[in-house]
């Protein structure tokens, strides 16, 4: 029983490079979402796919991009990555019917130089 | 969403219960109040939510009082592996069910 999926797990990246991180769920859910966590604080929401085929942005969409591949795929593109861009990035999925939780991954740690 | 207010920190002895409150004074009727933890920069876990009634499961339960202004997390007997911030969400589900975390509780269990 996976769950959420997120790889990798870990990546250092230099200033300008470009990467897809990847979220694949197993547990069939409509909606999934990608949130970012910076050091000391709350998890924000980068941006966000109600269902398949629709992606809308969150809080703080700026440098990055997203793909729903299918309904358990969910990717995050950083086109030109910069050191605000640092962060810890976690995918989660949930269905949309009242009171269902969202399901959050272990989190991939980026690290921009 | 409504915002909500919880105290930065809290320490809790092993083996009692840990209260973590929450204000969400300006709650609707109609948004639900969840909570989350977070152990050491894991990915957020999931535990209990409520609209109106008291909630319990195996891992702690949920007091919402009357005119639904704030709540309560209990877990009846912390152990250590209780120590983690604590995220209190209200949230109002329908086309897209975002959460708004703040910067929660850090629960720290004391041997």
């Known amino acids: 029983n996976a769950g959420v999926t997120q790889t990798p797990k870990f990546q250092v990246l230099k200033t300008g490079q470009s990467m897809t991180l990847q979220c694949a769920q197993d547990?069939?859910?409509?909606?999934m979402y990608w949130y970012r966590q910076d050091p000391g604080m709350g998890l924000r929401l980068i941006y966000y796919s109600a269902s398949e085929g629709t992606t809308d942005k969150g809080e703080v969409p700026n440098g990055y991009n997203v793909s729903r591949l299918n309904k358990r795929e969910f990717s995050l593109r950083l086109e030109s990555a910069a050191p605000s861009q640092t962060s810890v990035y976690f995918c989660a999925s949930s269905d949309l019917q009242d009171g269902q939780p969202q399901h959050f991954g272990d989190g991939t740690r980026l690290s921009i130089l | 969403d409504a915002k909500t207010t919880q105290p930065t920190s809290m320490d809790c002895a092993e083996g009692r219960a840990a209260n973590l409150p929450c204000n969400h004074s300006t709650i609707s009727g109609n948004e639900y109040v969840y909570w989350y933890r977070q152990i050491h920069s894991q990915g957020p876990q999931y535990i209990i939510h409520g609209l109106k009634n008291n909630e319990t499961n195996e891992m702690a339960s949920l007091i919402i009082t009357e005119d639904r202004k704030s709540s309560t997390l209990i877990l009846p007997h912390a152990t250590l592996r209780d120590t983690a911030v604590y995220y209190c969400?209200?949230?109002?589900?329908?086309?897209?069910?975002?959460?708004?975390f703040g910067t929660g509780t850090l629960l720290a269990v004391q041997p």
């Open positions: 969400i209200v949230i109002l589900w329908g086309a897209t069910n975002k959460l708004i």
């Open positions: 547990m069939n859910h409509n909606s």
